[in-house]
């Protein structure tokens, strides 16, 4: 049971380039998101899904852009790579209701240079 | 609007003490809490989570939890630190789609 898979793990972009991480899911959760990890602010919400066709914006969705056409998938884009967007990202999946736990992707080590 | 505050972004312990990892909540409905812990360049794991049956709530590798609606907190503790619990620890409160994660708290253990 893969659970959740990120790729890739890590990538280095200049400046203004723009690239997509991918998150798949095998458990057919309703929800997915993204969140950024930076020191010392925790997990910060980007964009989420609460269904294939519906996304919606996060606490920091500013640079970034989503799609879900299944309920497996839900990539991020980043759309021109700024400095500002080094991080390491988290994707998450977990069934709709009450007190569902999210699982999480390995992560993905993102620097912009 | 929901929110989680980690009352310490560091603690430190000696080995075979008891831990104490401090959080409060703030939620317009019954929350649903969680305690989620991320060793070194590693993902996060589930340590345990507040279904509203009871409010002492036990986890994974000794930990617990109390729910305390009176004092909006979800503390989390274990009677005594392994070196292994070294790690990055955060609060996080779920309720309609969205999960807030707290800052964190760095749990050190000294042998």
């Given amino acids: 049971n893969a659970g959740v898979t990120q790729t890739p793990k890590f990538q280095v972009l200049k400046t203004g380039q723009s690239m997509t991480l991918q998150c798949a899911q095998d458990m057919n959760h309703e929800y997915m998101s993204w969140y950024r990890q930076d020191p010392g602010m925790g997990l910060r919400l980007i964009h989420y899904s609460v269904g294939a066709g519906i996304t919606d914006q996060g606490e920091v969705p500013n640079g970034y852009n989503v799609s879900r056409s299944t309920t497996e998938d839900f990539p991020l884009r980043l759309l021109s790579a700024a400095p500002s967007q080094t991080s390491v990202y988290f994707c998450a999946s977990y069934r709709a209701g009450v007190n569902t736990e999210a699982f999480f992707g390995q992560g993905t080590r993102l620097t912009v240079v | ?111």
């Avoid at chain 2, 560091?10 to 401090?22: A, C, Q």
């Avoid at chain 2, 019954?30 to 002492?56: C, D, E, I, M, R």
């Fill in chain 2, 1 to 111: 609007a929901q929110s989680v505050t980690q009352l310490d972004s560091h603690v430190s312990v000696s080995e075979g003490t008891p831990v104490l990892l401090r959080c409060n909540y703030s939620s317009s409905y019954s929350p649903s809490l969680f305690w989620y812990v991320q060793h070194p360049n590693k993902g996060l794991q589930l340590l345990l989570k507040y279904t509203s049956a009871a409010t002492l709530v036990k986890g994974i590798n000794g930990f617990e939890a109390e729910f305390k609606k009176s004092e909006t907190s979800f503390h989390l503790t274990k009677p005594s630190a392994h070196m292994s619990d070294a790690a990055e620890y955060f609060c996080v409160v779920g309720g309609f789609q969205k999960l807030v994660f707290g800052t964190g708290t760095r749990l050190l253990v000294s042998p």
